[in-house]
């Protein structure tokens, strides 16, 4: 008897312990002040506004249930610190993806849903993880490029399912899906190609690109994106430009060149267009966004170097929703920024 009440004792002092937890987690939630920022600053008219940083589920107002937290608490589970974001997608229903280099891990936040968890979870390991991407059949593929696959999830990142490209990709980093073309889209930095799968059953499709400076030619790429149209943009790093390429692989044009001033490039990282066709370039070496027209004219620049709200420091990945949200993986200071595009019809002064 006297055990027994011991036991609930300890149970009823646990749940104490993660109530007040709960509560105080809360309370810090609620005192989060973010500024204001915009680019440019006023006079100017606006088109970059700053939203967030999420560095934890708190960030987004994602709170573990009570019972969760006890059933984490017994197991030993701890939350996952976000530690070397690089790539970040949000998917359909608009959860938020961010891969973790040194966790070895993604992240998933699903603020519709309350929820927040990381994969995988036992049944497989990610050795070094880059890129993430999702497509319209549920799969989620994370580009493993110390393993040279990419892994291939369904339920949203729970289900491990196989692996592509064993023994043929060598350094996978940057991933996409091209809902044109029905293909999914690797970035194979060390062989300089993009290597293109089919969304249907993974079989390999083909290749684009080889190692060169001629237009179409790469030389370790990195990063990639598609457009609403379909378009491809490849980060060409080491030729220090963008190229961007139809659908189906044939190159359109190419901008940019290696420099230490507005309009060049250092360390180009993460690509991304919003809904107007504007191309966002991350620059890792000059800690900020450069944002180029269709034709690749710079048109601004946001972000500097520092810890502060937005600023830098060695960002790496960008994603752009359906929403014009702009998702920056801000990889030594640990966190994701999210900014949002303003279109002309979306602003006025108060």
Known sequence: MKKTRGIIVLISGIVMIFFLHGCFKEIAVTKKNLPDLLWPPPPEVPRIHFVNALSSPEDINIQESLSKKLLNFIKGRKETPMVNPYGVLTDSDHRLYVVDSFCKCVHVFDEQQNDY??????????????????????????????????????????????????????????????????????????????????????????????????????????????????????????NFRIQIFTPEGIFIRSFGKAGDGPGYFSRPRGVAVDSDGN????????DNVQIFNEGGDLLMAFGGPGNSYGEFWLPSGIYIDSDDKIYVADSYNNRIQVFQYLKEERYTTP
């Open 279 to 286: 191309i966002y370039v991350v620059d890792a070496l000059f």
């Open 117 to 238: 968890y990381t994969f995988p979870n036992g049944e497989v390991s990610l050795s070094f993880p880059i890129g993430v991407a999702a497509d319209m059949h549920g799969y989620v593929y994370v580009t493993d490029s110390a393993s040279g696959v990419v892994r291939v999830f369904s339920d949203h990142g729970k289900t491990y399912v196989k692996d592509i490209g064993k023994n043929f990709l060598e350094r996978p980093t940057g991933v996409a899906v091209n809902r044109e073309t029905g293909e999914l889209l690797v970035v194979d930095t060390v062989s300089s190609q993009i290597i293109r799968y089919d969304l249907q059953d993974h079989a390999f499709r083909g290749t684009m690109g080889k190692t060169g400076t001629e237009p179409g030619m790469f030389n370790f790429p990195t990063n990639i994106f598609v457009s609403r149209s379909g378009n491809i943009f490849v980060t060409d790093s080491l």
